[in-house]
Every structure is written in C-alpha cells, then in structure tokens.
Nanobody, 127 residues
Framework: QVQLVESGGGLVQAGGSLRLSCAAS????????MGWFRQAPGKEREFVAA???????????WYSDSVKVRFTISRDNAKNTLYLQMNNLKPPDTAVYYC?????????????????WGQGTQVTVSS
C-alpha cells in the first residue's frame, strides 16, 4: 500500500519561503517518478514540479513555468522523503499542494497525472 503524507504547509507573507515534505511508504522515492501538484479554489489541479527515478541517468527536474527558479524539488533517499522548497512566494501560489508518486512523465507531453496521491497540505500566501 502506497502512502504519501505531506507536511510543511501554512500561512506566509508574500516574498516568504516554505518547505513542503512528503514522507513516502510503500514506494521508494528514488525509484519512482515523484512530483508535486497544486489546486487552488475553483481551479483545476495543476502540475508544479517532478523528478525522475534515479535510473533515468542525466535527467533534470521538471517545473511549471509559473514556479521555475522560485521552487526546487528534491528528495532524501535515506529518509524516503520528497521535498519542495518554495521561495519568493506570491499570492497566486495559494493552493492545496499534493505529493504524487508514479507521476506520468512522457516525452513531449504535459505532466498531468500520477498513480498515487497524498492528502494535500494547504499553502496560503498573503499580500
């Protein structure tokens, strides 16, 4: 059974930073395509960032244009945990953030789906 448990969300002022964590069980973060998605009120879920399994030698993380440069995805294989460092947060970043495993990464296609999801953690950025 795959379980993904997010933590680290909260309320932060614009320009601030947060680090989200996703503790995984039933899946090894190093051998899975892992990612973060978010959903704002009244909007569809959108892709934020993803990282390929370590077996994809030479691959680099993927980011949506709206978070590129400001957000960094990483993982700690020893802790089997995925992270999302979010800097220079803006009010439009306000959303529920979801950790995902077995993210569907296909050449030339948008990253839109995953097989397993966490319960989500709320991030609110005030102006």
């Amino acid at each position: 059974q795959v379980q993904l448990v997010e933590s680290g969300g909260g309320l932060v002022q614009a320009g601030g930073s947060l680090r989200l964590s996703c503790a995984a069980s039933g899946r090894t973060v190093s051998s899975s395509a892992m990612g973060w998605f978010r959903q704002a009120p009244g909007k569809e879920r959108e892709f934020v960032a993803a990282v390929a399994p370590v077996s994809w030698i030479g691959s680099r993380p993927w980011y949506s244009d709206s978070v590129k440069v400001r957000f960094t995805i990483s993982r700690d294989n020893a802790k089997n945990t995925l992270y999302l460092q979010m800097n220079n947060l803006k009010p439009p970043d306000t959303a529920v953030y979801y950790c995902a495993a077995d993210v569907a990464i296909k050449p030339g296609r948008e990253i839109e789906d995953a097989a397993f999801w966490g319960q989500g953690t709320q991030v609110t950025v005030s102006s």
